[in-house]
Each structure stands twice: as structure tokens, then as C-alpha cells.
């Protein structure tokens, strides 16, 4: 994959849903055709939806490929098979959620967050940055969330992820500062995406025997529903986040 003449080359990670797929869609449809964007995700079979919504992008501003975050080889794979190596902008949004009580989470689902939500993140930077730095520019985006810089009783595990992502980012962004490499951070609310429905579903659903019974009723009782509350009062969709991201490439 590679842009034409005067195109941004951006790679996205996390395409298959939710605010990935509407980055994705809402730089490939860009008015003035600015980005060639490379759509990631780590199994073509949830390539639908997305196809779908980039309509007559696809394959013109849009192309697919495949890149799990957590795979070394996977993503010097697709690295390797971009023209060059050579990325303008990279959109770090695959990311995943844990939630519930810590005794209740066995410590490899944990280890898998971080692999995701923070190595995934470093993985890809370590990737493109010779390039970027060489070229003397580039621009690198992480998506954390407003969990990277205000804790959330039962989010203990991604909250930690994604803070420990900012602090990764904010000491990264200074050295870069030189090679005219920019770091961005996005740090999104409550967003209706099936992250979000699944971790209501899940919470709802689950018994968490064991577990301090007045932080479990605070959980379920005041911070689940004041939270769906939010969802619905804010209305946060893919897309506001997507328009957001926009505005920070441009
Ligand atoms: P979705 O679950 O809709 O999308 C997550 C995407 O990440 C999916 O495409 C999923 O792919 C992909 N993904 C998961 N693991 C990997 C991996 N190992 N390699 C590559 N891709 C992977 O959630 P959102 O769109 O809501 O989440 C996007 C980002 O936004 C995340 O970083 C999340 O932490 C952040 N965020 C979300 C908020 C929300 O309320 N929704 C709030 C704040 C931040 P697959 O289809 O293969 O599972």
C-alpha cells in the first residue's frame, strides 16, 4: 500500500469497529482526497462493516491489511509491506477494557490489557519512528481515554493501562519534539461502541461472589447506571471522536 502524489500515508490500528472504523472512513472520504489510509485490523473477516461504510473510498483513498497489535511479526509484517516503510500519520486506537473487582480478574487477562492497550501502543511507535525521524517528520496519534488521568472503581487494570500510556507518550513526545515528530494524545469520554456495550453487559450480568459488598452495590447501583446516564446524555458517538482526530491531523 502506498499514497499517491501529495497523500498523507495514515495507518489506523483497530479498524473492524467502533471509533477505528469511522477514523478510517472520515480521512478516506476527506474532500480534498489529503490521505491514503491503510485500515488495520487483525482478522479480514470483520472487514464488512467497514467496507461497507467507506463505500467508494475503498480502494481508492482506503485499503485494508492485517495487524495484530500484540504480534511482533505481525506488525513488522505490515510495516514491511507499506512502500518504504513509510507512514505520515499513525493512529494507535486498538485497545481493549477490563472490568470488574480485582479479585475476580486472573492476572493473564490483566497482562493481556497492558499487551494490547500499552505494548500494542509501543510496538507500532518503535515501528514507524526511524522512519519518522529520518524524514524529519510525522505525526503519531495515541487514543487513550479520560480513564488515563481519573481512576474508575472497577477499571483499576485499564486505568492503569492507559495512565501508564500517557506517561509513556508525554516523555516520548519531547525527545521527538527535535525530528519535528508530534505525539498526540485523544482522550475520549464514555463512547457508544461495542467496548462500551460489552462492559455493561458484562458488569450487569456477573455475580463477583467475594467481593466488598459496598463497593459492589456503589458499582452496579450508582456508577453503572449514572455512567449509562452519561452515554445517553452526552450521546458521544464514533464519529465525534473521529471528527476530533480530523481536526488534530489536519
Ligand atoms: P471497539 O471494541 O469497538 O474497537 C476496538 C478495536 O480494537 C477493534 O477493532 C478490535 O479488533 C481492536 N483490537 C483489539 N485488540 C487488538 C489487537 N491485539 N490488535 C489489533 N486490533 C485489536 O472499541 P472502541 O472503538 O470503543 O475503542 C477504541 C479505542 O478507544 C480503545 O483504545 C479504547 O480504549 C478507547 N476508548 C474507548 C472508549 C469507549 O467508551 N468506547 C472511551 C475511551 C477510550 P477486533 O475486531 O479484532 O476485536
Known amino acids: 500500500a502506498s499514497g499517491g502524489p501529495g497523500q498523507k ?16 472512513v472520515m480521512l478516506a472520504e476527506d ?30 483513498t482506503l ?3 492485517v495487524l495484530d497489535v500484540c504480534s511482533d511479526e505481525s506488525v513488522e ?21 477490563l472490568v470488574g473487582p480485582l479479585e475476580s480478574i486472573p492476572i493473564d487477562e490483566m497482562k493481556k490489557v497492558f499487551e494490547t492497550n500499552f505494548f500494542g501502543v509501543i510496538r507500532m511507535i518503535k515501528e514507524v519512528m526511524p522512519d519518522m525521524k529520518r524524514r524529519k517528520g510525522g505525526h503519531i496519534i495515541v487514543v487513550s ?25 508525554e516523555s516520548l513526545a519531547v525527545q521527538l519534539l527535535k525530528f519535528n515528530v508530534t505525539l498526540s494524545l485523544i482522550e475520549p469520554g464514555p463512547v457508544h461502541t461495542e467496548f462500551e456495550a460489552k462492559m455493561i453487559q458484562d458488569v450487569k450480568q456477573k455475580e463477583y461472589p467475594g467481593t466488598d459488598p459496598d463497593t459492589l452495590h456503589y458499582f452496579k447501583n450508582v456508577y453503572l447506571p449514572s455512567s449509562v446516564d452519561i452515554f445517553e446524555t452526552l450521546g458521544q458517538t464514533p464519529d465525534d471522536i473521529a471528527r476530533c482526530t480530523k481536526k488534530v491531523v489536519e
Open 9 to 24: 500515508v495514515v495507518l489506523i490500528t483497530g479498524c473492524s469497529s467502533g471509533i477505528g472504523l469511522r477514523m478510517a
Open 31 to 60: 474532500e480534498q482526497k489529503r490521505y491514503h489510509v491503510i485500515a488495520t485490523m487483525r482478522d479480514l473477516k470483520r472487514k464488512d462493516k467497514l467496507v461497507e461504510a467507506a463505500g467508494d473510498a475503498y480502494g481508492k
Open 63 to 65: 485499503s485494508l491489511a
Open 77 to 97: 509484517q505490515c510495516i514491511n509491506g507499506i512502500k518504504d516503510r513509510h507512514v505520515d500519520i499513525l493512529i494507535n486506537n486498538a485497545g481493549i477494557g
Open 145 to 169: 481515554s479520560v480513564m488515563g488521568l481519573q481512576g474508575v472503581v472497577f477499571n483499576d487494570v485499564y486505568a492503569a493501562s492507559k495512565f501508564a500510556m500517557e506517561g509513556f507518550c
